[in-house]
């Protein structure tokens, strides 16, 4: 018994290690235990349910009771399954059984063979990684929150806000009369009216108006800092971009897209990713909390967003290093494409169009997945590892039979594989059969998923790291739902604003947690907002609340 135990812990810590660029992910927002250092799908701890992430899914083609059903369909939801195919969403279509007909596009078995596909396996090596990975520039110990946050928006950035918002007004009055409650806003102010509307994320409140009632949500050491008539009427006028630009005036994000360009160059300038990185949609849903606390009646008066949100994030670390913004009714270019794996697929290059010729590694969800994709990154340097699903994913040029479930039942644990080239299609078992294509991971190497309950149960090695890693994505998007700005204004181009502004602030405190300000004051996610927030406000005592 003793034996067994022992065996056991040596896997675990074998596992752990090939994953070591992880350690630092869990711990990212200040308030993990003692046990904080260790890759959430591996964890230990009783009440973590990450070492379920796959099985619970593949558990869905089991026959089972109704009630057991709704309430897996529900727990699906609520950890953000989007039919978009994000990481979330995606693992439930990874798990589809399909014993008739392979998808469009499949190979029959001649078909295959003539295409270069075979079961005669091959070792795949990835090249070593040509980039140093972390912080780009070192900041001093004495570097402030707002220093950090504004990395990403500089002063000429606000600048910019407050020389447009006065444009908008005077054009606005212009038109429509003139507002004696109206002065031209400076940029003291214009930071400030930044810091009342950040506090949201702090204080988890939906209307910034709060801080000024008598409520709740008040919050008299920062109301006094600016009245809420004022900061009504700079809100009321408040813009990126004043007016349409002459050339691209179809752009439905014309209003935001020079902001949006900023922070890219921003993202890009401050900090270096890791060699592993994923692209998928974040955990940009309302608050779990307010659903389930609101009526029916007031969920139905809430507007669906009008847009999309990808991201390419270090797997490492959760740093977004790219976003891409894409309205789902609009006259862009992406809004004419009706076809989802084609709209992904154009999304996906336009998010690594940065990282060719560095041998990245990134994993990716079913709506992305494709062989022509894949090969067509590969030419880049570009390696890839992602979940393939029959409902999903672009099938086309994969051998039906690896894509069909085979009549014969299947062991838990067991996988099959076929090669073309340096690209393996995997199909691996675990109460539910799951595919994967890579050109990232060599099919004759061996992982293995470790759970309390089951004990061992073997996969290749693809299957492994594509589980770690996407694991700690979706622990990084939990907690990030609690850090984004709660202020639901109804215009679109705001709604992208003030989503981008929260991306920004979680990755200052990243960049924050990885420098030396960090050993002089240990300050978790809600504190460093906290900061940030009093910073913003220019508030003499900028303590955060303990």
């Not at 002459?246 to 902001?259: D, T, W």
């Not at 994923?278 to 609101?294: A, G, K, Y």
């Not at 990282?355 to 570009?382: A, C, H, R």
């Not at 940030?532 to 955060?544: A, G, H, T, Y």
Request: charged share 20%.
């Amino acid at each position: 018994m003793a034996e067994c135990g022992r065996k056991a812990l040596s896997l675990l810590e074998a596992a752990r290690s090939r994953y070591e660029s992880l350690q630092i992910s869990d711990d990212v927002f200040g308030e993990s235990g003692d046990d904080s250092s260790d890759n959430p799908f591996y964890s230990t701890s009783g009440d973590s349910d990450s070492d379920n992430y796959i099985a619970e899914v593949g558990e869905e083609e089991q026959p089972q009771p109704q009630q057991q059903q709704q309430q897996q369909q529900n727990h699906l939801q609520k950890r953000g399954d989007k039919e978009s195919g994000g990481h979330r969403g995606g693992l439930g279509g990874g798990g589809s059984g399909n014993s008739g007909a392979g998808p469009p596009g499949a190979l029959t078995r001649s078909q295959a063979e003539e295409e270069g596909w075979t079961g005669t396996l091959q070792d795949v090596t990835v090249p070593p990684f040509k980039d140093t990975y972390g912080p780009a520039q070192k900041m001093p110990a004495t570097a402030t929150a707002l220093d950090f946050f504004q990395l990403f928006v500089p002063d000429n950035c606000i600048q910019n806000m407050v020389t447009q918002t006065n444009m908008y007004a005077k054009k606005f009055q212009e038109r429509f009369g003139s507002d004696e409650g109206w002065r031209p806003v400076t940029a003291k102010e214009m930071k400030a009216f930044l810091g009342f509307v950040t506090s949201t994320s702090v204080q988890r409140c939906e209307s910034v108006l709060s801080i000024w009632s008598s409520g709740f949500f008040s919050n008299r050491s920062i109301a006094l800092k600016m009245s809420q008539a004022r900061f009504e009427k700079i809100l009321k006028y408040f813009h990126i971009v004043a007016f349409r630009p002459s050339q691209g005036s179809n752009q439905g994000l014309y209003k935001i897209q020079p902001f949006l360009d900023l922070l890219q160059q921003s993202f890009s300038c401050t900090f270096r990713p890791s060699q592993t990185q994923v692209l998928h949609e974040p955990l940009i849903d309302e608050d779990p909390v307010f659903i389930t606390t609101c009526t029916e009646r007031e969920l139905r008066k809430r507007k669906k967003r009008k847009f999309s949100l990808w991201v390419r994030q270090c797997t490492s670390t959760g740093f977004i290093c790219q976003i891409s913004v894409h309205l789902k009714e609009g006259t862009d270019g992406l809004a004419a494409l009706k076809n989802k794996p084609q709209l992904h697929s154009l999304v996906a290059k336009q998010l690594c169009q940065n990282i060719s010729g560095k041998n990245t590694i990134i994993f990716t969800g079913p709506s992305i997945t494709s062989l022509g994709l894949f090969t067509e990154f590969s030419k880049q340097d570009i390696y890839c590892c992602g979940l393939l699903s029959t409902r999903k994913s672009d099938c086309t040029g994969l051998p039906q039979s690896m894509l069909v479930c085979s009549s014969t039942p299947a062991q838990r644990g067991q996988s099959r594989v076929m090669m073309k080239g340096s690209m393996s299609l995997i199909s691996w078992y675990n109460k539910g059969h799951f595919r994967f294509l890579t050109n990232g991971y060599s099919p004759t190497k061996q992982g293995i998923i470790i759970k309390r309950k089951s004990g061992e149960i073997p996969c290749p090695l693809a299957v492994e790291a594509f589980a770690a890693h996407l694991s700690y994505i979706c622990k990084y998007d939990d907690k990030y739902s609690k850090y984004f700005i709660f202020h639901k204004p109804n215009k679109t181009w705001q709604q992208v604003f003030w989503l981008s502004i929260s991306i920004a602030i979680n990755n200052a405190y990243i960049l924050y947690k990885m420098s030396d300000a960090y050993t002089v004051k240990r300050y978790s996610r809600v504190q460093f907002g906290e900061r940030l927030v009093k910073e913003l406000l220019d508030l003499d005592d900028c303590s955060p609340t303990q």
